[in-house]
């Protein structure tokens, strides 16, 4: 039978079938839509799953950098207590910082972690309450702990030999206070109360505390003010003196106490420092102690309360008084004294927790505005970036306009790179970080190397706030382990040496950083035998690195250490020995556009000077010209400039080489060590550098000026040319490369060995 055709649309769609055709195919999109309907909910479920498990990993991670952070801490407190083991506050901290651990990795399914932290946080609960004496037995054993802890962090799979082999040790050192097992032990998760007392340690808390002496309190020799001082002396204290039940003059018994006080406390003192303050008077008198306020409640704190509020908190008045008089738009704290339900000691009171509720948050949003926040390296790496392509960028702009009649052009230029000097200063101190964030892993290091090689050692630090780029203070981490491995097996002496040697049993190694113009200077300075200049001559000799009528100075023969392979050492120890290490320095902070210098006295001691810039990112250069290609050198660098004349040329019989103001210096002619086509000037200019007290010269077509350079890395092709440090980009686009000044410096010295 014939079907009549129609026009339909469905959701947007045109249909132009027969009926029968159209319902078939309605059906089918039905289907379509059901299939893709539920291929969209699987993919918003893996979506979700997704965006929940990067949560997950992100937390992990911040629970992670926020542990490696609890346990540099607890390391640098067990460093301390070796000097002073009977400090209380120490203790505490190192038992917070393991609470802390324990209740942050219950959180994200670290179970080992927190096991393993809660035995060792059982002893020192012990410790803090007196049981137990803090021996250096059980401050290495928590070094151990400290170590397993962080592998741990890194790897939940970590091997569990060590953390066994740590319980036992403890359980044979206390045995008598613990349970023995506690590896079987379950998993303890901290309580809440817990958890907020030893959340963060040395946290700021604000208490309400109320003081209700006993009418007979003078009876005893008790004096209340003496009290109140005390709470004075614990932090910042308001205090409040309730009188409205002194009687009048003709009934006033003078034994009698009839004052009671209110005072807001805001301290660092635990809760218990606070109680041990009425200790004497507790049972007597009624004192109530409530916090208000903490670091960790801060966002559940109401700091904004009124009056009526506060009172009706502290029971001073009820809420179906209050209500009376919230209709009336009076002052309330009038109000409620003139009707006799409040007296005026308690308005009084009430406002001075009102005002220091709201001090405090002033001072907390003020506190939370300047506070530092978390950023991932990679993301400050590129800012750092970014920074540097704006700088080339505001360099262009800046050419561009001083080429320009255009006014506006010119001015907007120098608003742009005044504002990108100020950016590029900023983005540079964020990068900066102090040196003492290095100085406890060495501290650690010193330790354990003195007890192993069983000499006494002290390490002095000094200049702890001393500022240096975050990747210098990374990669600085190696040659300082090296240098100070060194000065303790090979500088400082046993305790019987140095006692027959009228020296002190202990020796010392100081770790000093200061600033020295662009530079920052890291000494390593030991008090022990110095170098052996006969000992390190006869070695060089005989591994063939001077021949045996070679004329050196003691500087330049202590300078041989630094060869690889070269060791004095007669046995290959755990330590040293086996000719790495000195050599391994030289190249690492080279490579860090630094310098190492060395100063030893026998029988006193030596010293290790490491030079580096203070940052590897951003430097101020001098821009040379020699044909068409561009130089840079780095400013911090350069002494002086000077003229080179046909005339000086030939006075020196084509040597290259210069007097200035009597002293000959060797020159560098750039055109011919970089093959650079083109004739040379008649008149050329000399760059005169300075590096470890040497000097060299650079001879160039013209002297360009000063350079704000940002430094580009050449890439792994160009790996093995030493005599460049890294390329910038100018102006105009064109490549300019950064001079390496050290390494120059070394290969006209071994062209003057070799001519000789």
Known sequence: MYQKSSYLIVDGRSYNFTISKFLVQVKTDIVAAEMENKKETKRKGRSQEDRNANVYRENVAIFQEEARERLNELEAVMLELESRPDDSDLVNRAFRAMHTIKGSGAMFGFDDIVSFTHDIESIYDLV????????????????????QIHKMLGNQDAETEAENSIREALSRAFQSFLFVGAAEEQTVEPTA?????????????????????????????????????????????????????????DEIDPESCYTSWDAILTTRHPLNFIEDVFIFVD????????????????????????????????????????????????????????????????????????????????????????????????????????????????????QIAN?????????????????????????????????????????????????????????????????????????????????????LDHGIESVEDRMAMGKSKEGTIELSASYSGAHVLILVRDDGIGLDTDTIRSKAIE????????????????????????????????????????????????????????????????????????????????????????????????????????????????????NIRGKIIPYIRLREQYHIDGEAPEIEQIVITEIENQQIGFVVDHVIGQHQTVIKHLSEVYKKVELISGATIMADGTVALILDINKHLQYVEKESLEQV
């Open 128 to 147: 803090r309450e007196g049981q137990i004496e803090m021996t250096p037995e059980l401050i290495a054993l928590t070094l151990q702990a400290h170590d």
């Open 193 to 249: 109360a817990e958890s907020t007392q030893f959340e963060e340690p040395n946290e700021t808390r604000t208490y309400r505390i109320r003081f209700f002496p006993a009418t007979d309190l003078f009876a005893d020799g008790t004096n209340p003010i003496i009290l109140l001082n005390e709470l004075k002396e614990m932090g910042d204290c308001q205090i409040t003196a309730n009188t409205e039940k002194i009687p009048d003059l």
């Open 283 to 398: 049972d007597s008198s009624d004192v109530t102690i409530e916090m208000i306020e903490s670091d960790h409640a801060f966002e559940t704190v109401a700091f904004d309360k009124k009056i009526g509020e506060i009172l009706v908190e502290r029971g001073d008045i009820n809420e179906k008084d209050l209500e009376g008089f919230l209709k009336n738009q009076e002052p309330i704290g009038e109000k409620l004294a003139a009707a006799g339900i409040a007296s005026v000691p308690q308005i009084q009171s009430a406002l001075a927790e009102q005002k220091a509720l709201r001090q405090l948050k002033e001072s907390k949003e003020q506190r939370d505005t300047l506070s530092s926040i978390r950023v991932p390296s990679d993301k400050l790496d590129k800012l750092v970036d970014l920074v540097g392509e704006l700088v080339t960028g505001q360099a262009r702009l800046t």
């Open 403 to 487: 080429t320009s009649d255009n006014i506006s052009l010119v001015s907007i230029a120098e608003e742009i790179e005044r504002l990108t000097a100020e950016l590029r200063d900023n983005t540079m101190s964020v990068r900066m970080l102090n040196f003492d964030t290095t100085f406890n892993k060495f501290k650690r290091l010193v330790r354990d190397l003195s007890h192993e090689l069983n000499r006494e050692v002290i390490l002095k630090t000094v200049g702890g706030d001393t500022e240096l780029d975050k990747k210098v203070i990374e990669q600085l981490n190696d040659p300082l382990v090296h240098i100070i491995r060194n000065s």
């Open 543 to 658: 591994r063939g690195l001077i021949s045996a009528d070679a004329k050196l100075t003691d500087h330049e023969i202590h300078f041989l250490i630094f060869e690889a392979g070269f060791t004095t050492a007669k046995t290959v120890t755990n330590v040293s020995g086996r000719g790495v290490g000195m050599d391994v320095v030289k190249k690492a902070i080279e490579a860090l556009r630094g310098s190492v210098d060395i100063k030893s006295i026998k029988g006193e001691g030596t010293s290790i000077t490491l030079k580096l810039p203070l940052t590897l990112a951003i430097i101020d250069g001098l821009l040379i010209n020699v044909g068409s290609e561009h130089f840079v050198i780095p400013l911090s660098s350069v002494k002086e400039c000077i003229e080179l004349t046909p005339e000086d040329v030939a006075a020196r019989h084509g040597r290259h080489l210069t």
